[in-house]
């Protein structure tokens, strides 16, 4: 089975735990059997491969997402990176281009299309993999997941019979509307499809100029901005629905992420026996009390502070949008890194590398750094000299020094601190090791 996954979003709804390079779908709530925590992505990873061990999975999204995907993922899952963001037509497009060109897929074979972030179980992949089948062996030319709804909301799109063999799309409607949408056999459109590669390669050329991967990347900021749904969904006759009526729900907001949680409380915090409907997600390293609280989110990062009526939790975006502030926390390819401390001429951060991973060569023009081990063992290389390092060593690098550094087995920790009048995450050059 091939798989597209569609990672996008900067996550404001759910700050402060995301940020502009860390969406929802990266944030490790979800408790396993060993006890650790995962993502949505890494949750929705693992059951496509339960279901299928073999499946090909491509994540098409931002640059700014690939290091925490890689992170997550590992590096054999594929990646089809927008160079900026133009809609679902175009998105879709390159992803399925990719597959073709780069990952070599026939284009006689079909690809679901799913986005990353529902909250589903098992069977919601089975019902994928049955849209897979029928797009490989049947007669039309997308096969669509309508999601059998639980209640009438304003939030969804639509999948309507039209009484003729075909369908009809409305995207949200009306309290009223959904009502009688529902009433009349609709369903939700969970954004689910599937089709031969061929297919949407040929309304590449035709909306895009070009099925080439390559082009496609090249110009993809003067692609037209066009969503999947306007551009092919609602102008396509040939379209069967296969209906999905188990879990899935729509974890966008505090309030619904909540309600997925196993546990009330993850990372040091503690509720008094007054509090009702209470979660506390705490990723700071000092304790959260609440007392006597009621349907209230309390969450805690080094991006901020939300103490959220659930409810009005969901009203979050022009709060978030009106902050000015740097990211604090990200994952990496290699690990992650936390800022602990912003001066004027200086910021003082915490690397974690993971075990057997190395930073790229690089260096910076405008900073000097100095690293100090605290944890695990590894390797410098600065400016072509290797050294072991071990906890309570450090490393000093000018501006200009090309280094990097090397986790051994059980990984690295140290402190960084960037020490210049211009610090900025884009003053760094790239060399081959």
């Not at 780069?102 to 049955?130: I, K, R």
């Not at 709804?149 to 799109?157: A, H, L, Q």
């Amino acid at each position: 089975m091939n798989i597209i996954l569609l990672s996008g979003g900067s996550g404001k709804r759910l700050w402060p735990l995301s940020n502009d390079i860390r969406s929802k779908q990266f944030i490790k709530i979800f408790k396993k059997e060993n006890g650790e925590y995962e993502s949505m992505v890494q949750r929705i990873y693992g059951q496509i491969k339960t279901v299928d061990p073999d499946a090909i999975v491509t994540v098409a999204t931002s640059k700014s997402q690939v290091s925490a995907i890689h992170n997550q993922l590992g590096m054999d899952v594929g990646v089809s990176v927008e160079p900026c963001r133009r809609d679902t037509f175009a998105a879709i497009a390159l992803a399925t281009a990719y597959l073709h060109d780069v990952q070599g897929v026939p284009e006689t074979e079909a690809v679901v299309v799913c986005p990353v972030d529902p909250y589903v179980d098992l069977s919601y992949f089975q019902c994928v993999n049955d849209l897979y089948e029928e797009a490989c062996h049947g007669d039309k030319n997308l096969v669509l997941m309508g999601i059998e709804p639980t209640y009438p909301s304003e939030k969804y799109g639509y999948i309507k019979p039209d009484g003729k063999g075909g369908y009809t799309f409305t995207e949200k409607p009306t309290m009223e509307k959904a009502k009688e949408y529902i009433s009349q056999g609709a369903l939700w459109n969970g954004g689910v499809f599937a089709y031969k590669l061929s297919y949407v390669l040929e309304k590449s050329r035709e909306l895009l100029g070009t099925d080439d991967y390559h082009t496609l990347f090249a110009n993809y900021s003067d692609l037209k901005k066009i969503s999947f749904d306007y551009a092919v969904v609602e102008a396509e006759t040939s379209i069967e629905v296969l209906r999905y009526s188990g879990q899935w729900k729509d974890l966008g907001t505090w309030n619904t992420l909540t309600e997925a949680m196993e546990e009330p409380v993850i990372g040091d915090g503690k509720l008094n026996d007054k509090c009702e409907n209470v979660h506390i997600i705490n990723e700071l390293g000092i304790p959260v009390l609440g007392m006597g609280l009621k349907n209230v989110v309390i969450s805690a990062s080094p991006e901020g502070i939300l103490v959220s009526d659930k409810e009005q939790s969901s009203y979050i975006k022009p709060f978030v949008d009106a902050i000015d502030q740097q990211i604090m926390f990200a994952e990496k390819s290699w690990g992650s890194y936390r800022v602990l401390d912003v001066e004027e001429g200086s910021m003082t951060v915490k690397v974690t590398l993971n075990p057997n991973h190395k930073m790229n060569y690089h260096s910076h023009m405008y900073r000097d750094e100095v690293w100090t081990v605290i944890f695990g063992s590894g390797k410098t290389i600065v400016d072509g000299m290797e050294q072991l390092v071990k906890p309570g060593d450090v490393i000093t690098m000018a501006s200009g020094c090309k280094h990097t550094v090397i986790a051994g087995e059980e990984g690295l920790q140290m402190i960084e601190v960037q020490l210049g009048a211009e610090i900025s995450v884009s003053d760094k050059k790239k060399y081959e090791l």
